[in-house]
């Protein structure tokens, strides 16, 4: 691995094969997915942008961070005033979903990295168990409010 990623050149020549390939739009492979760089960086350009969005909005209170406005004031203050806090409870059951998730697929595999191993090599038949786990979470949950 040492010499596939040219460590073994001396610093200016690596500096310049980085370079070199930079200019050229090329940013090298990942070396723990094995996926393009450029790739990567892609698939969180969106989110990453978002995010940014949003925040923006909070700073220059488009998106106020606080307070209530009746729906008696106007419908868009009333969504804007919603929308932070609507995303902020959205979020708390993300979370809850993916540590079930994780939980299930532990309990299920033994370890987290066999499942993955599993998965990767196309014998992995946990996925179906751990989503009835999930699902009973969200029914409970709903079912709960009732």
């Known amino acids: 691995m040492w010499f596939d990623l040219g460590l073994d050149e001396p610093f200016y020549r690596q500096f310049g094969i980085w370079m070199s390939q930079l200019l050229q ?46 729906l008696s004031q106007g419908l868009l203050p009333f969504l804007k005033h919603l929308i932070l806090p609507a995303l902020t409870l959205g979020l708390v059951y993300t979370a809850l979903i993916a540590w079930m998730t994780r939980a299930s697929m532990d309990e299920l595999c033994g370890a987290w990295g066999t499942a993955l191993d599993q998965h990767r090599s196309g014998g992995d038949q946990s996925g ?17 409010r009732a």
């Open 25 to 70: 739009g090329d940013l090298g492979t990942s070396i723990f997915s094995g996926l393009p760089v450029t790739q990567l960086i892609a698939q969180r350009f969106e989110p990453t942008l978002a995010l940014t969005i949003l925040t923006i909005a909070m700073r220059l209170s488009i998106l106020p961070v606080q307070g209530y406005m009746q």
């Open 128 to 144: 179906r168990s751990s989503s009835v786990t999930v699902f009973g979470t969200l029914v409970w949950d709903r079912s709960s």
